[in-house]
């Protein structure tokens, strides 16, 4: 279990569960890793890639002004990708430029010929990769298996870095169970202090992972916002935990 959530549900108002984060512990070689899925995963993981590959399919780390050219395409991907599982758009253009900047932050991109088919804006630290934010041209993801070429080239760019855990977000729960990833669950606990002022602690994962804290001063947006977690499980602020 989570030590700070132990520590904290006895204090909180409310526990809400929101949804699963998609994590898996990785093995010191990428290797390795494909060799831990079961035979039928593995084979047709590598077979896609393969296929890929001699279509002409790149995956690679942009550098900064590349970042800087592929965005605003990359976001217009991300807005249709959320439009597919009939999500309101997470990000805008500007949330997008501001986070590619970040020190830690990195895109992947695949692309053919020269045609931006999806990537990946995620985080790294010393320990782990957090794959932040999706972007898929949906209309090509079948012909050229974009969605695993870039889980396949996301892993391993984690395993040549070193990295000890990949957080691969919420969404797409069957593909991200069958590829060897595991669901941790995602809580937003509450607090009613004496000014009406509800602080809103949502984590990517109790054990390990950041906050991201929020406060509201507002009674009635409180009380919408209450009522819509409850009755949501899936609802949370966006942008606080990925989708992918």
């Given at each position: 279990?989570?030590?700070?959530?132990?520590?904290?549900?006895?204090?909180?108002?409310?526990?809400?569960?929101?949804?699963?984060?998609?994590?898996?512990?990785?093995?010191?070689?990428?290797e390795a890793y494909?060799?831990?899925?079961?035979?039928?995963?593995?084979?047709?993981?590598?077979?896609?890639?393969?296929?890929?590959?001699?279509?002409?399919?790149?995956?690679?780390?942009?550098?900064?002004?590349?970042?800087?050219?592929?965005?605003?395409?990359?976001?217009?991907?991300?807005?249709?990708?959320?439009?597919?599982?009939?999500?309101?758009?997470?990000?805008?253009?500007r949330t997008l430029?501001?986070?590619?900047?970040?020190?830690?932050?990195?895109?992947?991109?695949?692309?053919?010929?020269?045609?931006?088919?999806?990537?990946?804006?995620?985080?790294?630290?010393?320990?782990?990769?957090?794959?932040?934010?999706?972007?898929?041209?949906?209309?090509?993801?079948?012909?050229?298996?974009?969605?695993?070429?870039?889980?396949?080239?996301?892993?391993?760019?984690?395993?040549?870095?070193?990295?000890?855990?990949?957080?691969?977000?919420?969404?797409?729960?069957?593909?991200?169970?069958?590829?060897?990833?595991?669901?941790?669950?995602?809580?937003?606990?509450?607090?009613?202090?004496?000014?009406?002022?509800?602080?809103?602690?949502?984590?990517?994962?109790?054990?390990?992972?950041?906050?991201?804290?929020?406060?509201?001063?507002i009674v009635g947006?409180?009380?919408?916002?209450?009522?819509?977690?409850?009755?949501?499980?899936?609802?949370?602020?966006?942008?606080?935990?990925?989708?992918?």
């Amino acid at each position: 279990g989570s030590p700070l959530l132990e520590r904290l549900k006895d204090q909180a108002d409310a526990i809400v569960f929101l949804d699963l984060n998609h994590i898996h512990e990785l093995p010191d070689r990428f290797e390795a890793y494909v060799q831990m899925l079961p035979k039928h995963v593995r084979d047709d993981l590598k077979r896609r890639r393969r296929q890929a590959s001699d279509r002409g399919v790149s995956c690679r780390i942009l550098d900064a002004e590349e970042v800087a050219a592929c965005l605003p395409r990359f976001h217009q991907l991300t807005v249709e990708a959320t439009a597919k599982h009939g999500i309101t758009p997470l990000y805008d253009l500007r949330t997008l430029q501001a986070v590619a900047c970040a020190p830690c932050a990195r895109v992947m991109a695949c692309s053919h010929d020269g045609d931006l088919l999806g990537g990946f804006l995620f985080f790294e630290d010393e320990d782990a990769v957090y794959v932040w934010c999706a972007a898929l041209d949906y209309g090509k993801v079948g012909e050229f298996s974009t969605y695993v070429c870039l889980l396949f080239d996301v892993v391993s760019y984690a395993c040549s870095r070193g990295k000890h855990r990949i957080e691969f977000g919420r969404g797409n729960y069957a593909f991200k169970l069958k590829h060897g990833f595991r669901g941790v669950p995602l809580y937003s606990l509450f607090f009613f202090t004496h000014n009406s002022t509800v602080v809103l602690a949502t984590r990517f994962d109790f054990r390990s992972s950041p906050s991201c804290v929020c406060c509201c001063s507002i009674v009635g947006a409180v009380v919408w916002f209450l009522l819509g977690a409850f009755t949501s499980p899936r609802r949370t602020i966006p942008g606080s935990v990925s989708s992918v």
